[in-house]
């Protein structure tokens, strides 16, 4: 005969088995995609005559977004605001942080006059304009319009440089 206590500990045990599976494959098809991303990108960059960084700052980045964003609309359309600004936030913060430091830590990156001059001062534009649409506590259906039409803004200045 097996305790209340016995019981939660033998659900408990068994439940986190087919998660880090599921966790542990979802990481590694994300390896295999990330190679095979940079490889399109290169060629990509090759094919169309344009710098790596631009096809970076554009199609690889949004690739690469794209699970952030199914995780963002899904909490958003089961009502979990917070889950899905949190994973924006959260995403970035650890993008920047965690992933360039991890890069510079194997190998020093270079950093181009145009991400000093252009693409960060986007990045930080964009975080001021999601501040500055935030601060009534929400983001309203014309917030969502304003932050898409920046996106828009940053695309153009991107590809014309």
Known sequence: MTSDKDTRILQLSALPAPAL??????????????????????????????????????VVAMGTSAPQMAVSLQAAFADNTDIAVGSVIGGNIFNV????????LIIPLRVARQVLHVDIPLMIGACLLAIGLSWSGEFSKLDGAGLLAGLLFCLIVIIRQ
């Open 21 to 58: 599976i599921q966790m542990l494959s979802g990481l590694l098809l994300l390896l295999i995609g990330a190679e095979l991303s940079v490889r399109a990108a290169v060629h990509l960059a090759a094919i169309f005559k344009v710098r790596p960084l631009i096809v970076g700052l554009t």
């Open 97 to 104: 942080l965690v992933i360039l430091g991890l890069c510079a």
